[in-house]
């Protein structure tokens, strides 16, 4: 059970990577700095004063970084890659121990594809939003996913059960969009 757990917060936290890459991260090391959350002994520096301070300082200047209108388009070029990276060390720090090469497949799949899929999926939408409004509904969008981010990130802490289940959810409804999507620009 519980893998079944830990399992459930990699999804969610690499889930929440998707939407803002320092968010999770800081979520896991105040989890871990207030003994939340046991690090494994490799990881256990995630949890130091000094990581918790990093990680706040990155996180605000990214969320701020998504409120310049031009800027927050090219962030998404190279928030996805760091999304995957993120997602899929949240995932292996979230695991435990297993073998390297399971941890590692696992994480890779787990988390960076599930990260991947999510920020690949805002980027559509915010050039979408760029395009159609000109930028100006870009804040809103921005405001969106770091609540999202936020609220994936809490969740996978503290239930996560429900974060899995959220991300498969929304996983089926991004999924769920491109369809609708494609076959609009089908029927045009």
């Known amino acids: 059970m519980e893998i079944f757990f830990s399992i459930c ?5 690499a ?5 803002r890459v320092f968010l999770p991260l800081l979520a896991l090391s105040l989890a871990a700095y207030f003994e939340v959350l046991d690090l ?5 520096w995630l949890g130091s004063l000094q990581t918790l301070i990093l990680l706040g300082v990155a996180s605000v200047f990214e969320i701020l970084a998504y409120y310049i209108p031009w800027f927050d388009n090219a962030l998404d070029t190279i928030s996805i890659p760091l999304a995957s990276f993120a997602g899929t060390i949240l995932f292996l720090v979230t695991l435990g121990d297993f073998e390297p090469w399971v941890s590692w497949s696992l994480a890779i799949i787990g988390g ?10 805002t980027a559509t939408v915010r050039a979408a939003s760029s395009t159609t409004t000109l930028g100006f509904a ?9 609540i999202v981010s936020t609220i994936l990130s809490i969740l996978a802490i503290f239930i996560p059960i429900l974060a899995a289940f959220l991300v498969f959810y929304l996983g089926y409804r991004i ?11 089908n029927i045009n």
């Open 138 to 146: 870009n804040p809103i969008f921005s405001t969106l996913e770091a």
């Open 175 to 185: 999924i769920k969009w491109f369809k609708k999507r494609k076959l609009k620009q």
């Open 112 to 121: 960076g594809g599930t990260a991947g899929l999510i920020a690949g999926s």
């Open 9 to 13: 917060l990699g999804i969610g936290l």
């Open 40 to 44: 494994t002994e490799g990881w256990a």
């Open 15 to 19: 889930a929440a990577a998707g939407f």
